[in-house]
Every structure is written in structure tokens, then in C-alpha cells.
């Protein structure tokens, strides 16, 4: 579709190793690596299983080194970087191109005369992953060797690899088990192959994300198992690593595969308002790259019916915030309206004391309820939600929750998170609790507190505000409360106009006063469906943020001016949490950006021009997806987690609202202008 390498890219280890593929199944788990074959993070593997989804995820199989055997001559397959500096065997130098078909990934070999072909996949709903083995050309049979190398601990590299572990033969592979009694064991396979069990450790991979980022860059995996096989011209084979109980071929997974994938497209294609006849091709990858997001998520023991948003790749689980904020653009916007319905029901579940939950950590299913935001942003994903899909039977339904939270809200709940009767304004926040967006945190030192009333929060409260309005007078309620307290919650944000600078104080009412600093959570005062603020001031929000804070790639957390910027995210953790809303840019701002500066100037055309790099991006780091965040400084450098739920939903989002507005205005774009 969009991403597609030769050799100029493959055949340089500095630049192949930098972009990365990402394979998912829908319910956690996840395979990631280069594309020159080489781990370069902990969380790199063929297949990283969720052991009770989302969440729990191990790794377990880490790579297969491959050497082609054509014509008595050996071609590596593979390429490892080792502590000592060196880096073998050196397959990358086989590689003719990658390409990323849809969402699964290509390699293709030239060896000698011969053409070979590897691809790989994840079986939805299972922790399985594929890897299929094809000679496209060659004029005599190949032999492939594999060599599968596995492990079973967290995916966070601890450095600890399960030992000892047994490996058992079993017909056409062997099978893997630990003493971990949590653990479960690893069937690997391969079609027609022969097979050698082995049981060593292979010490001193060499990680080199990981040094950027101040973590072990030093990591260890079992050789349990080589395989060996002879294919014909045009024959596949495939390999089989799996979790699951059934370890059965299914000879069927390919082709399942790919029609789970014109499905997802098909129907997103049937929801399009515009008379093209054909959706630009890096839409229609990002359309691929957010079911990637979407996982199952059980409410009750042995349960799958719940649903739930990954909040990013490699390291986030499902975090409340982003799984509100990027709802619309993942399900919504793409057609998936049967999975946005149980999301939002799938989290009323864990509402408590008038709270959403802020992110279920790893290992369990106990929520964190640290955010004063995340509960907001619940009303605007139901209030998208309805109008989408006019669906009153689950807005009654999830309707007493949002009365209790707003009871909640007025009355105080966790963190001093309560309506100021004074102005009627939403504060919030204690000392060494992080609440809003911005909730860098490291040891026990929060980056950016914002205690007090952040301006985005109450931008939020008083759409919520209006939203139960909006809602009750659907609903045939009562509504006079909530009207009442939105026109005291717009009188009290008057406070946030800062007349001396001619835009809005990010907090109000701190531990040291009014914070005055320029960040874009004003944005939101504009971007929102309703704004307490006049379309003046409105307008120079945009203004100000367009001329500092908007990048090629998103906006900048502070603008470059104030002297707590910092333009480069690098460094162990502390220094990159220090930077992390300090300057630098977030990609995901671009949909409130946008959404903001369609209100203010409904000019669609700047608005394609303010996403068309991420067309370019989609051949980034992140490979087909949205990268968390990038460096404040030009060049913009791709940093965080290469794949973001929030940044890939915004773009979904604002690229659908972009699109109607031009039918609205009846004008179609020109060649000249098409950013396609």
C-alpha cells in the first residue's frame, strides 16, 4: 500500500534498523522487530503473548535466524548485534526489499538467481504467530535452516531469562516449558521440517534503542530448536509459533488474514461521504493500523465480550485518557461502531467515586485512578458516540453513571478533585500525584504538577456540562441543573483570559499563582464542541499556537520561547520524562489543532496541508503508523512508542472532518492541491 523499501534502505544496517514493523492479535499481544532482521529493543519479538488481555504480556518466541542453503552456498537470512560491537551474521545485505503488505510485513531475498520470500502475521483473537517461507524463483530446490530462539519473561527487559526451561519433541517441533507455574508453554513448529532440539543460552544480544534511552541494552534468549527443510520453486512453508492449546496447522491462516483486512477496509470504505471512488492509499493504512489499537478486554472472569484500547507500542497497556480520546478516530471513524459501544461500557464498569480509571497496570486487572481528565474526555467520546450512531438504548444505560460523576465532581472525590463554588471551576491535585496529560512522573517527582485548575480540564468540565444537557433533554430528563451550572462554569472561565499576552494562563490558581506558560492545552477551549470563550479569543488561540507550538509532526508541549524548554528528548529516564512535556511535540495535538483551525478559518486546504507529513511519516520509525512523539527541535526526530493509539485516532478523526466539510462546501480539490 504506502511503505515499500529496496536495497538503498535494506542494505544500510543504520537505516534499516530504525524502522520497525509491528504485527498485532487483538487482545494485547503483539510481534515487533527492524527490518533488517536485528532486535534493537527489549520489547522486540516475533511473538510477545497477552496471557489475560490486554494485559500480562510475555515474550516468548524472539526471533528465527535463517540461513538459505542455494547451490552449496549459505546466505544468511538474519542479522544480530552483539555487546562486543560486532554484528553477525549480516543478512541484511540478502535483503532486495521490504514491503509492507496491508499490515503484514514482506521481506524479499536475492540469492544468487533465487527469490525468496518471508512474511509474517498474528491469528486474531490467539496468541499465534506465523511465518510463512516462499521460493518465488530458483532454478533447483533451496534448503532453509532455522534456528528459534525464545524466552518467557515480561516484555519489559529485566534481563532475566527463564532457565532452566525443558524443551519436549513433538511432531514437526518441539514444545517449551518453564517452572514458572504462571507461565504457559511455547509450541513451535514447522511444516515438513526436521527437527533438532537444543536447550542453550545465547548471551550479549546488543540492544541500541535501548542505550538512547538509558535502559539494559544487553539481553539473553534460549536456542530451543533448529529446523531444517527443503523447498520447491513456488512451494510455501510455513512456521508456527503459539501459546494456545490448539498447535495445529491451520493452513487456512493467510488467506484468513487477509480477509480480516479488506473486511476492516471494506467497511470503512462504505462509511465514506465523498464521491471518490478511491480512499488515498495512507489513509487506508492508518484505517489498518487502528484495529491494531482495539483488544478485547473481560469485565468478568472467563469473559472476552469487553472491549478496550492499547494506548500504544511497545510498552503502554489501556490507558483510560487515550482510550477516550482516541475512540472516535479508532472505531468511529472507520466504521467500527459495534466495538466503540462496548469500550465506553466496557469502562463504566470501573467507574468509581465519579472517576474513570486512569490505566490498568500490566500484571493486573486493579485500575490507577490518577487523572483529572480522563472522566471528562468520557463525555465526549459518548457524546461522539451518539451522534454517530444515535444509539439512545446505550446512552440511557450509561446515563446514571455520568450523574454520579458529576455529583462526584461537585461534591470532592480523590486528589482534591472538586468544583470551586467560587467560580465554578474544576481544581484539582496534590503533591507528588500526577493528574492531567501531562503526567511525567519519575520516583516520586512529578515534571509538571499543574495543580490548581488547568485550562484544558475546564474547557472539558464545562462541555461535560453540556453535554448532560444534550443528553437529557434526548433522554426526556431533567436538564435545568446541568444548564444552570454550565453558564456559572462559562462565567468563571472569563479568569483564564490573559489580556497582557493575548491568550489564555494554562493554570490557574496553583501553589505559585497563575502559570502563565504557553502550551497548547488551550487548544482545546476552541477545538471542543462548545467554547465558553468569544470567537476573538478563540481566534487568537489558533494564532498563537500556529506561530510557535505547530511542527510537521504535531505541536510542541511549550513553546520554544519559555526558558523550561527543552527541544530534544533523549537520555535515561529522567531526562527524557523531564523533556516529555517540556517542548517536546506530541503527535496526536494535530487532531485538536486542526479541529480548532477548521472552526476559526474552515479552510480545508491548510488543513490537508497540516497532515501531509504524516503521509511521509508513515515510512518513519513506526512503519504504516503514528509515532508518539517527536523532538521539539527540527528536525522533528520520531522518539516514544513508534506506534500511538491517540496520534493514529486523531488523524482518523480530523482527516473525516476535513473531508465533509469540502462536501459541505460543495469544492472538490484539484490535483494541484490533493495532498494524496
Not at 564 to 590: F, K, M, P
Request: glycine share 8%; hydrophobic share 35%.
Amino acid at each position: 500500500m504506502s511503505v515499500h523499501f529496496g536495497r538503498e534502505t535494506t542494505g544500510d544496517l543504520s537505516i534499516a534498523e530504525k524502522k520497525e514493523w509491528i504485527i498485532t492479535n487483538g487482545i494485547g499481544g503483539y510481534g515487533s522487530g527492524s527490518i533488517a532482521g536485528s532486535i534493537t529493543r527489549g520489547y522486540h519479538g516475533l511473538m510477545v503473548a497477552s496471557l489475560h488481555p490486554p494485559i500480562d504480556r510475555k515474550l516468548m518466541l524472539t526471533k528465527l535466524d535463517e540461513v538459505l542453503i542455494y547451490r552449496n552456498t549459505a546466505y544468511d537470512l538474519t542479522t544480530n548485534r552483539w555487546d562486543s560491537g560486532s554484528v553477525s551474521p549480516k543478512g541484511y545485505r540478502n535483503i532486495e526489499s521490504f514491503t509492507l503488505e496491508r499490515s503484514i510485513p514482506c521481506w524479499r531475498y536475492a540469492c544468487a538467481d533465487a527469490v525468496f520470500e518471508k512474511r509474517l502475521w498474528m491469528v486474531h483473537g490467539k496468541n499465534t504467530t506465523y511465518v510463512s517461507y516462499t521460493l518465488v524463483s530458483a532454478e533447483e530446490p533451496v534448503s532453509l535452516k532455522v534456528s528459534a530462539l525464545v524466552n518467557n519473561r515480561t516484555f519489559h527487559n529485566t534481563g532475566q531469562v527463564p532457565w532452566p526451561i525443558e524443551v519436549d519433541s513433538i511432531s514437526d517441533g518441539v514444545k517449551i516449558t518453564t517452572h514458572d507455574n504462571d507461565a504457559l508453554p511455547l509450541t513451535i513448529k514447522m511444516q515438513g521440517a526436521t527437527v533438532s532440539p537444543k536447550n542453550e543460552l545465547y548471551k550479549n544480544f546488543y540492544l541500541p534503542v535501548e542505550v538512547t534511552r538509558g535502559l539494559n541494552s544487553n539481553d539473553t534468549h534460549v536456542h530451543a530448536a533448529d529446523f531444517e527443510v527443503t523447498i520447491q520453486q513456488g512451494q510455501t512453508v510455513l512456521f508456527l509459533g503459539t501459546a494456545e492449546e490448539d498447535t495445529d496447522f491451520d493452513l487456512t491462516a493467510y488467506d484468513n488474514k487477509k480477509q480480516q483486512e479488506t473486511a476492516i477496509l471494506d467497511q470503512w470504505q462504505q462509511l465514506r461521504k465523498s464521491q471518490k471512488k478511491e480512499q488515498p492509499n495512507w489513509v487506508k493504512q492508518l484505517v489498518l493500523a487502528a484495529d491494531q489499537f482495539v483488544v478485547n478486554r473481560s469485565t468478568e472472569p472467563n469473559s472476552t465480550a469487553g472491549k478496550s484500547i492499547i494506548a500504544g507500542y511497545h510498552w503502554f497497556g489501556d490507558w483510560g485518557r487515550d482510550t477516550m480520546i482516541s475512540l472516535p478516530g479508532l472505531t468511529l471513524s472507520t466504521g467500527r461502531h459495534e466495538d466503540a459501544g462496548p469500550i465506553l461500557e466496557t469502562f463504566s464498569h470501573y467507574i468509581n467515586e465519579g472517576m474513570l480509571p486512569n490505566r490498568f497496570p500490566n500484571a493486573a486487572d486493579t485500575p490507577e485512578y490518577n487523572t483529572i481528565d480522563a472522566t471528562l474526555w468520557f463525555f465526549q467520546a459518548i457524546r461522539t458516540y451518539f451522534e454517530t450512531t444515535e444509539d439512545k438504548e446505550l446512552l440511557g444505560r450509561l446515563y446514571p453513571k455520568l450523574q454520579e460523576i458529576i455529583d462526584w465532581h461537585i461534591k470532592g472525590t480523590r486528589y482534591g478533585i472538586q468544583v470551586d463554588p467560587n467560580d465554578n471551576l474544576l481544581r484539582g491535585g496534590q503533591d507528588g500525584i500526577q493528574l492531567t496529560w501531562m503526567d511525567a512522573k519519575v520516583g516520586d517527582k512529578v515534571i509538571t504538577p499543574r495543580i490548581g485548575k488547568p485550562i484544558e480540564v475546564n474547557a472539558l468540565w464545562y462541555n461535560a456540562l453540556k453535554a448532560m444537557v444534550l443528553f437529557a433533554d434526548i433522554l426526556e430528563k431533567p436538564s435545568n441543573q446541568y444548564k444552570t451550572m454550565a453558564a456559572s462554569t462559562k462565567k468563571g472561565f472569563e479568569r483564564f483570559w490573559n489580556e497582557e499576552k493575548g491568550y489564555c494562563f494554562d493554570v490557574l490558581d496553583g501553589p505559585n499563582g497563575n502559570e502563565a506558560l504557553l502550551r497548547p492545552n488551550q487548544l482545546f477551549v476552541v477545538s471542543l464542541p462548545e467554547s465558553p470563550l468569544s470567537t476573538k479569543q478563540q481566534k487568537q488561540i489558533v494564532d498563537i499556537c500556529s506561530e510557535t507550538l505547530l511542527t510537521s509532526h504535531g505541536l510542541r508541549s511549550l513553546a520554544n520561547f519559555e526558558q523550561e524548554y527543552i527541544g530534544i528528548y533523549t537520555g535515561n529516564q529522567y531526562q527524557r520524562d523531564s523533556a516529555y512535556h517540556q517542548g517536546t511535540v506530541w503527535g496526536w495535538l494535530i487532531g485538536p489543532f486542526i479541529h480548532a483551525h477548521l472552526k476559526i478559518y474552515k479552510n480545508t486546504y491548510s488543513a490537508q496541508r497540516f497532515l501531509k507529513p504524516f503521509k511521509d511519516h508513515l515510512q518513519g520509525d513506526g512503519l504504516g503508523t503514528i509515532s508518539e512523539i517527536f523532538d521539539g527541535d527540527a528536525p522533528f526526530t520520531p522518539k516514544g512508542c513508534v506506534a500511538q493509539a491517540w496520534s493514529v485516532g486523531q488523524i482518523l478523526q480530523v482527516y473525516d472532518e476535513i473531508e465533509n466539510l469540502e462536501i459541505i462546501q460543495n469544492t472538490e480539490l484539484t490535483p494541484k492541491l490533493a495532498i494524496i
